[in-house]
């Protein structure tokens, strides 16, 4: 069993394949760039933009099960990239973590190990709708003990963040905002989640 390949697929809006980013990295491809895979491993990202947690758990099933492979000889997993677009669909905090739920669930059911990343700021004057977003998130990931990661706390007044906003003048980040929430990925589980050694994790 330790030797099969590892296939994770990585489902979220445009967020999750680094928008904005000149490198054409994300948070994704430096993850993965800092990741040592002691077996063959392969990472599909499924973007859809301005997508919400009903249409992510509407689709997420059917796109991954044409990337994973037998169990018997692969490692499925799941990540979970959540973005903002609930609030501008005026979705409820209690609906969006009912999504979330649903996805878990419908993860957990398949035998399929999750890792969940939050939403990071966005608009100054969305800050309070998006912290209590993530902490909703991060409730439910914790009810069933798949790691969160929380990037809207530590990224709401980081002086980086903020300066890479308005350098790219929109909701997303350049260069230095992607690396920082990659560096919160590498620092909150990930390589734990992969049965790796850390990066002082």
Do not use: K
């Not at 990037?151 to 308005?166: F, I, K, N, S």
Request: hydrophobic share 40%; charged share 20%; aromatic share 8%.
């Amino acid at each position: 069993m330790t030797d099969r390949e590892v296939r994770i697929c990585v489902v979220g809006d445009e967020l999750s394949v680094g928008v904005g980013d000149a490198r054409a990295l994300g948070w994704t491809g430096r993850v993965l760039a800092r990741t040592r895979f002691e077996r063959p491993a392969m990472t599909f990202t499924l973007a859809v933009p301005g997508e919400t947690t009903s249409a992510l758990g509407a689709r997420w099933e059917g796109e991954t099960e044409q990337r994973f492979g037998p169990e018997a000889t692969t490692d499925n997993r799941l990540v979970v990239a959540l973005g903002r677009h609930d609030l501008a669909a005026g979705l409820s905090v209690a609906r969006s973590r009912l999504n979330l739920a649903n996805i878990l669930d419908q993860a957990d059911s398949r035998r399929l190990p999750a890792f969940v990343v939050g939403p990071p700021p966005g608009r100054a004057e969305d800050g309070g709708r998006i912290a209590e977003l993530s902490a909703a998130f991060a409730d439910v990931a914790s009810r069933r003990r798949v790691p969160y990661v929380d990037t809207y706390t530590p990224l709401a007044q980081h002086e980086q963040w903020l300066a890479d906003l308005a350098t790219t003048g929109s909701t997303f980040p350049g260069q230095a905002g992607y690396g920082l929430m990659a560096w919160l990925v590498l620092h909150t589980g990930w390589h734990s989640w992969l049965g790796l050694p850390g990066e002082n994790e």
